[in-house]
Nanobody, 116 residues
Framework: QVQLVQSGGGLVQAGGSLRLSCVAS????????MGWYRQAPGKEREFVAS????????SYADSVKGRFTISGDNSKNTVYLQMNSLKPEDTAIYYC?????????WGQGTQVTVSS
């Protein structure tokens, strides 16, 4: 299984920005997309954004549209999440995800805390 190592995150005031990154330990030729999910305290893990590598098609949850941008480079096994205009409601542990025809995987999670 490919390891996904996340970095970034932290504490920021409302209206601020953070950038998350996720790097795969090795190139996967079966991976077709990567995405970001988040889990707030007491909540289920929810979809945030994804990118399909072949088409570079991106998708976003309604709650983050216009504020978050997903990008990456499949050749470098990387994906990013640029988060702008952060709100306290964005506070959660963020996880990157690999979608693969041979089984995907999850990053270790990165805490994002947005204060009022």
């Amino acid at each position: 299984q490919v390891q996904l190592v996340q970095s970034g995150g932290g504490l920021v005031q409302a209206g601020g920005s953070l950038r998350l990154s996720c790097v795969a330990s090795s190139r996967t030729f079966s991976g077709y997309a990567m995405g970001w999910y988040r889990q707030a305290p007491g909540k289920e893990r929810e979809f945030v954004a994804s990118i399909a590598w072949s088409s570079s098609t991106t998708s976003y949850a309604d709650s983050v549209k216009g504020r978050f941008t997903i990008s990456g480079d499949n050749s470098k096994n990387t994906v990013y999440l640029q988060m702008n205009s952060l709100k306290p409601e964005d506070t959660a542990i963020y996880y990157c995800k690999l979608f693969s025809t041979r089984g995907g995987g999850w990053g270790q999670g990165t805490q994002v805390t947005v204060s009022s």
